[in-house]
């Protein structure tokens, strides 16, 4: 059995709604109507490790709740499930940060991972302190994680590098197991960093081809370093019983974008250093029109939101056909999302997860524990329904 693994979000950018929720990469975080709190990102993280999704991805940036934090609280009220903490090196040590892994993951039960975010906008990194360009920030990230990864083996660290300094530093709090690493970036300095640290390398949903076209060079750089990483899409879905019902959701959807909402914050998102936030750009055009870029692939969200762009629209089968064209260039993990975050976690955990199960992709983590599978409406459960 193929070993996929399928993450989902918390929406701590703006909370959680019916619409989109915009914002992100240096633009004003929209409100979605449902504040991002304990109580109901509990609700979505108790509802995705029920469902089957191994880890929910917190975002980082000044446009949304503190990761660490939010995570830490959150792992009070859920059992199984890993949380992806995203956050950024550079704006602490990387002795705090390998301590802080080391308490989170020791105190929760090895339930950290960790999706480093080198910042692609220095205006906002600006509000942090951090006034390097993007290059300068890729290069100290690549030094950060050298001493992180450094101080996780539990050895005295003395470095004199160009960012940092540490004197016989000894970690005490070393995690168990280590957390893996998440890292994206499509810039040659964001693809050099990844092909020394990252354990799983995250793009966004473009088409399979482009997918497939990174992941070969990524796979090539991290061959001349002796690594082998793993390969994962973020993305968000809209899985529906019938392509119908997905298509006259994002219909509805894109409706409630104003035209000035699109300018608006195309011309914010137009700002960026970011190279994967241009090509999410050059997805949508900034246009209404021609949005479906690639059979069930639709760059609708992007208009108004930065980062994550596309959807994964259609039916059930329609959705768990192009995961798998994805698994054919090399993808193996999926950091989903949708909106509102609660009810699209169950569409695509009751819905895309069993039909996946039924393809041999895909078994849930904690057998025994997975909800039944979705049954359309009007349509007569049958026989041995929901079994695992």
């Known amino acids: 059995m193929t070993d996929l693994k399928f993450h989902w979000?918390?929406?701590?950018?703006?909370?959680?709604?019916?619409?989109?929720?915009?914002?992100?990469?240096?633009?004003?975080?929209?409100?979605?109507?449902?504040?991002?709190?304990?109580?109901?990102?509990?609700q979505i993280a108790r509802s995705a490790e029920q469902l089957g999704f191994e880890a929910a991805?917190?975002?980082?940036?000044?446009?949304?709740?503190?990761?660490?934090?939010?995570?830490?609280?959150?792992?009070?009220?859920?059992?199984?499930?890993?949380?992806?903490?995203?956050?950024?090196p550079g704006l602490v040590s990387p002795f705090l940060?390998?301590?802080?892994?080391?308490?989170?993951?020791?105190?929760?039960?090895?339930?950290?991972?960790?999706?480093?975010?080198?910042?692609?906008?220095?205006?906002?990194?600006?509000?942090?302190?951090?006034?390097?360009d993007k290059d300068a920030r890729y290069?100290?990230?690549?030094?950060?994680?050298?001493?992180?990864?450094?101080?996780?083996?539990?050895?005295?660290v003395e470095v004199e590098g160009k960012y940092y300094h540490l004197s016989d530093a000894v970690l005490s709090q070393r995690p168990d197991p280590l957390p893996g690493v998440y890292f994206g970036g499509s810039s040659p300095a964001a693809l050099d960093v990844a092909a020394r640290h990252a354990d799983v390398y995250l793009t966004w949903g473009e088409p399979p081809a482009a997918?497939?076209?990174k992941v070969r060079r990524v796979r090539e750089l991290a061959e001349r370093q002796g690594r082998d990483p793993a390969f994962g899409l973020r993305v968000h879905t809209i899985a529906r019983d019938?392509?119908?019902?997905?298509w006259a959701e994002a219909g509805r959807l894109l409706a409630g974008i104003s035209d000035e909402q699109i300018r608006e914050v195309q011309a914010g998102l137009r700002r960026s250093e970011s190279e994967g936030q241009r090509r999410?750009?050059?997805?949508?055009?900034?246009?209404?029109?021609s949005l479906e870029i690639h059979p069930n692939l639709w760059a609708g969200v992007g208009l108004v939101r930065g980062g994550a762009g596309t959807a994964l629209v259609g039916s059930h089968r329609q959705i768990a056909d192009l995961v798998e064209q994805y698994v054919e260039v090399g993808v193996t993990e999926f950091v989903l999302s949708g909106y509102p975050h609660l009810e699209e976690a169950?569409?695509?955990?009751?819905?895309?997860?069993?039909?996946?199960?039924?393809?041999?992709?895909?078994?849930?983590?904690?057998?025994?524990?997975?909800?039944?599978a979705a049954v359309p409406f009007g349509a007569a459960p049958t026989a041995g329904a929901g079994a695992a």
């Open 9 to 42: 979000f918390l929406p701590t950018n703006g909370g959680d709604g019916r619409n989109i929720v915009g914002g992100g990469h240096g633009t004003p975080a929209g409100s979605g109507g449902r504040p991002a709190s304990v109580a109901y990102l509990g």
């Open 139 to 156: 290069e100290r990230c690549g030094e950060f994680l050298d001493i992180v990864r450094a101080l996780w083996s539990g050895k005295p």
């Open 280 to 289: 999410m750009l050059d997805l949508n055009g900034g246009s209404r029109d």
């Open 211 to 213: 997918v497939g076209e």
């Open 57 to 88: 991805l917190t975002p980082t940036g000044a446009w949304c709740e503190d990761a660490w934090i939010t995570t830490a609280m959150l792992s009070s009220v859920s059992e199984r499930l890993k949380f992806l903490v995203a956050f950024r």
């Open 242 to 246: 019938t392509a119908e019902e997905a």
């Open 97 to 132: 940060a390998a301590q802080m892994a080391g308490t989170f993951q020791n105190l929760s039960g090895g339930r950290l991972l960790l999706n480093v975010v080198t910042g692609g906008e220095s205006h906002e990194q600006r509000m942090y302190g951090d006034h390097l």
């Open 346 to 372: 169950y569409r695509f955990g009751e819905g895309v997860l069993p039909e996946l199960s039924r393809r041999g992709l895909w078994r849930h983590p904690a057998p025994g524990r997975q909800a039944a």
